[in-house]
């Protein structure tokens, strides 16, 4: 799922090819000269630009570039001025009133107002009553029936007024982009929702919106380069354009870190992250995570409709018993290398007004494992291998996306563990986008899978994390097709309380419920393992202040504090981004306090003056090649 790199600026060079070779592959895209350019990569991929499509968190990042929310997120990740710059709450709590900032203007020039928002909202509204029921994956329209919303009206081009079901604050943190109207309104539902749909829009460059930059070039699956918006609203950063970069493995990612060809890499493995808080000019910094990894089990089995391998998957105490036989504390030390904690309920202690430990919890024990699948009907045969209860033997497929390397690591601890059980486990790797396809339940997909190991990230209020565990959500969200008619009615319990302390009391049993009756073992709440070089930027700002990173949280805002480190006395991280929850700086340098005023633009830059050098150094050596050829008195060197 990362683009593979790797520094060759050491090797021999001696043809044009193999010098542009050495340019990052971004670096493919066409920047003004002087141009100051922020690097980021993942190990995601990086093929949506269409917001409805969006899965991973890179997408989500995306959009919000491009985009604002109708309500943005502030440092700590409170709720923020966005595309309405004010908003006021009625009396019964049932109507929104929000003021749309004036003269807003969207990137291409034409007028941002009420409208565009109404339209917006409206659209996933109609998406939701039609036949289809969502649009692309399916993951954006829950903000807003979650918040209960019935009603959008623009009384004028500066308000818009939201009517919902219940008294509720979701609305606040509805991660919904407002697109521009004048588009995308020449489009029906199944060309924005269906990507099977004859004239799909996939929304390609260059797109128009109101965030801070805006996408004008992308290669799918390679990298997106976006560029300012002259006509952002806010504080405007330092960096002229953006080019997040899509590695295929951590390593090479780490390597363009180091040699300066990025700037800011997320998701680095524990050893990188502890090799790189020695680098010099390089920053690490370990988030608190809100969301987790977990072992998700195919709970529709060899049910119609579902291509599980075994009708165990569909039995609670089969899955419960398995619980037993998962140390979690071990995957902590060794897949994390303690960069993260136990995993018990699905609301991770991130949310510390809403999190509980369970009632009745697990510890690892094999015997205790053994003793509960023999007490529910799982015997061993003469080979001492697990039978399910139609006398097969059970023989587990276990399978995760390819952007997470390091669950290769807990798959080996998961099938020693299994097999001490007598259940034997075939672990191997899946292609991230064929894998969401796999695990899209019917009618939606083909359920086919029997565990797999993946991860959730959560927005500032867990109903996001809640969600997907909802009847409803089968064919849609839903990865471990859970069904269960309480659960449901606790979801709309609590999205509709008020009260902090009665709307606890549902949360716990909601996580209790799940826990006893798993569909999920939370394996960990891996931290968020970030890092990025200081001698560039300044101005890098965690979100949340405590625990967070600065890039790859909640909307753009980190984007927007950035400075050019040249501009200022030191290239040390800022204050702000160095006091959060592990954070260290590479080389001891004076602490510049953060700006939110970005500098003036700046006119170069080392790493956007690179492909120049290597530009020069190809020409010098064309010639060099030219000259030799033309006086035939010796042969080109090959390459080693």
Same mark, same amino acid.
């Given at each position: 799922?990362?683009?593979?790199?790797?520094?060759?600026?050491?090797?021999?060079?001696?043809?044009?090819?193999?010098?542009?070779?050495?340019?990052?592959?971004?670096?493919?895209?066409?920047?003004?000269?002087?141009?100051?350019?922020?690097?980021?990569?993942?190990?995601?991929?990086?093929?949506?630009? +269409?917001?409805?499509?969006?899965?991973?968190?890179?997408? !989500?990042?995306?959009?919000?570039?491009? &985009?604002?929310?109708?309500?943005?997120?502030?440092?700590?990740?409170?709720?923020?001025? =966005? !595309?309405?710059?004010?908003?006021?709450?009625?009396?019964?709590?049932?109507?929104?009133?929000?003021?749309?900032?004036?003269?807003?203007?969207?990137?291409?020039?034409?007028?941002?107002?009420?409208?565009?928002?109404?339209?917006?909202?409206?659209?996933?509204?109609?998406?939701?009553?039609?036949?289809?029921?969502?649009?692309?994956?399916?993951?954006?329209?829950?903000?807003?029936?979650?918040? @209960?919303?019935?009603?959008?009206?623009?009384?004028?081009?500066?308000?818009?007024?939201?009517?919902?079901?219940?008294?509720?604050?979701?609305?606040?943190?509805?991660?919904?982009?407002?697109?521009?109207?004048?588009?995308?309104?020449?489009?029906?539902?199944?060309?924005?929702?269906?990507?099977?749909?004859?004239?799909? !829009?996939?929304?390609?460059?260059?797109?128009?919106?109101?965030?801070?930059?805006?996408?004008?070039?992308?290669?799918? @699956?390679?990298?997106?380069?976006?560029?300012?918006?002259? +006509?952002?609203?806010?504080?405007?950063?330092?960096?002229?354009?953006?080019?997040?970069?899509?590695?295929?493995?951590?390593?090479?990612? *780490?390597?363009?870190?180091?040699?300066?060809?990025?700037?800011?890499?997320?998701?680095?493995?524990?050893?990188?992250?502890?090799?790189?808080?020695?680098?010099?000019?390089?920053?690490?910094?370990?988030?608190?995570?809100? =969301?987790?990894?977990?072992?998700?089990?195919?709970?529709?089995?060899?049910?119609?409709?579902?291509?599980?391998?075994?009708?165990?998957?569909?039995?609670?105490?089969?899955?419960?018993?398995?619980?037993?036989?998962?140390?979690?504390?071990?995957?902590?030390?060794?897949?994390?290398?303690? &960069?993260?904690?136990?995993?018990?309920?699905?609301?991770?202690?991130?949310?510390?007004?809403?999190?509980?430990?369970?009632?009745?919890?697990?510890?690892?024990?094999?015997?205790?494992?053994?003793?509960?699948?023999?007490?529910?009907?799982?015997?061993?045969?003469?080979?001492?291998?697990?039978?399910?209860?139609?006398?097969?033997?059970?023989?587990?497929?276990?399978?995760?996306?390819?952007?997470?390397?390091?669950?290769?690591?807990?798959?080996?601890?998961? *099938?020693?563990?299994?097999?001490?059980?007598?259940?034997?486990?075939?672990?191997?790797?899946?292609?991230?986008?064929?894998?969401?396809?796999?695990?899209?339940?019917?009618? =939606?997909?083909?359920?086919?899978?029997?565990?797999?190991?993946?991860?959730?990230?959560?927005?500032?209020?867990?109903?996001?994390?809640?969600? !997907?565990?909802?009847?409803?959500?089968?064919?849609?969200?839903?990865?471990?097709?859970?069904?269960?008619?309480?659960?449901?009615?606790?979801?709309?319990?609590?999205?509709?309380?008020?009260?902090?302390?009665?709307?606890?009391?549902?949360?716990?049993?909601?996580?209790?419920?799940?826990? %006893?009756?798993?569909?999920?073992?939370?394996?960990?709440?891996?931290?968020?393992?970030?890092? &990025?070089?200081?001698?560039?930027?300044?101005?890098?700002?965690?979100?949340?202040?405590?625990? =967070?990173?600065?890039?790859?949280?909640?909307?753009?805002?980190?984007?927007?504090?950035?400075? %050019?480190?040249?501009?200022?006395?030191?290239?040390?991280?800022?204050?702000?981004?160095?006091?959060?929850?592990?954070?260290?700086?590479?080389?001891?340098?004076?602490?510049?306090?953060?700006?939110?005023?970005?500098?003036?633009?700046?006119?170069?830059?080392?790493?956007?003056?690179?492909?120049?050098?290597? @530009?020069?150094?190809?020409?010098?050596?064309?010639?060099?090649?030219?000259?030799?050829?033309?006086?035939?008195?010796?042969?080109?060197?090959?390459?080693?």
């Amino acid at each position: 799922m990362r683009h593979p790199l790797r520094a060759r600026l050491a090797r021999a060079l001696v043809a044009v090819g193999l010098v542009l070779s050495t340019i990052l592959p971004g670096a493919s895209a066409t920047a003004a000269e002087g141009d100051l350019i922020l690097r980021a990569g993942t190990d995601q991929d990086l093929q949506v630009l +269409n917001p409805f499509n969006s899965v991973v968190v890179a997408d !989500f990042e995306v959009f919000t570039l491009n &985009y604002d929310l109708l309500v943005n997120f502030g440092p700590d990740i409170e709720p923020a001025p =966005g !595309f309405a710059e004010s908003w006021t709450q009625s009396t019964d709590g049932k109507q929104w009133t929000f003021k749309i900032r004036p003269g807003m203007k969207w990137s291409d020039g034409q007028p941002a107002t009420a409208e565009d928002a109404r339209w917006t909202y409206q659209l996933i509204l109609d998406a939701v009553a039609s036949k289809r029921g969502y649009l692309g994956e399916g993951y954006l329209e829950g903000y807003l029936t979650d918040s @209960g919303v019935s009603k959008v009206e623009a009384t004028d081009p500066q308000t818009l007024v939201v009517t919902t079901d219940f008294p509720t604050p979701l609305l606040l943190q509805a991660y919904v982009p407002i697109l521009p109207k004048h588009i995308w309104s020449k489009y029906d539902l199944a060309q924005i929702g269906d990507p099977e749909a004859k004239g799909f !829009f996939k929304n390609e460059p260059p797109i128009v919106g109101t965030g801070p930059y805006q996408v004008v070039e992308w290669k799918p @699956g390679d990298f997106i380069r976006f560029a300012r918006n002259p +006509n952002y609203w806010g504080t405007q950063g330092a960096a002229d354009e953006v080019i997040i970069q899509h590695f295929a493995s951590s390593d090479t990612m *780490v390597q363009a870190l180091k040699t300066g060809e990025i700037d800011y890499v997320r998701g680095v493995l524990a050893d990188q992250f502890n090799a790189l808080k020695n680098e010099p000019n390089i920053a690490t910094v370990e988030g608190v995570a809100n =969301g987790y990894t977990e072992l998700s089990f195919n709970t529709g089995g060899s049910k119609k409709g579902y291509k599980g391998s075994t009708s165990a998957l569909s039995d609670v105490a089969f899955r419960d018993a398995l619980g037993y036989a998962i140390d979690t504390t071990k995957l902590v030390e060794s897949t994390l290398g303690g &960069y993260g904690k136990p995993g018990t309920t699905i609301i991770p202690p991130f949310h510390t007004r809403w999190h509980v430990e369970p009632d009745k919890p697990r510890s690892f024990n094999i015997d205790e494992a053994k003793s509960r699948l023999d007490a529910a009907g799982y015997t061993l045969n003469a080979d001492g291998k697990r039978l399910d209860k139609d006398g097969k033997v059970i023989n587990l497929r276990l399978t995760w996306p390819d952007s997470e390397s390091e669950n290769a690591t807990n798959a080996q601890f998961l *099938v020693e563990w299994f097999g001490q059980l007598g259940i034997t486990v075939t672990a191997a790797v899946t292609e991230e986008g064929k894998l969401i396809d796999d695990v899209t339940g019917p009618p =939606g997909g083909p359920g086919d899978y029997d565990i797999y190991m993946w991860g959730w990230v959560g927005d500032p209020d867990p109903t996001s994390l809640l969600k !997907f565990f909802q009847t409803s959500e089968i064919g849609s969200s839903s990865d471990s097709y859970y069904a269960n008619p309480h659960y449901d009615e606790l979801f709309k319990q609590q999205r509709a309380e008020s009260d902090p302390e009665k709307r606890k009391a549902i949360l716990a049993e909601m996580q209790n419920l799940v826990y %006893d009756e798993a569909p999920y073992h939370i394996l960990y709440y891996d931290a968020e393992l970030h890092a &990025y070089r200081t001698d560039k930027f300044a101005g890098w700002t965690n979100q949340p202040t405590q625990g =967070g990173t600065p890039l790859f949280g909640y909307g753009s805002r980190g984007y927007t504090l950035l400075t %050019d480190a040249s501009a200022v006395p030191s290239a040390a991280p800022s204050v702000e981004a160095s006091a959060g929850t592990g954070a260290s700086a590479g080389a001891p340098t004076n602490s510049t306090p953060p700006s939110t005023t970005p500098t003036s633009t700046p006119t170069s830059s080392s790493s956007s003056s690179l492909p120049l050098i290597l @530009g020069v150094i190809a020409l010098i050596i064309i010639v060099a090649v030219i000259l030799v050829i033309m006086r035939g008195r010796r042969r080109a060197v090959e390459e080693e």
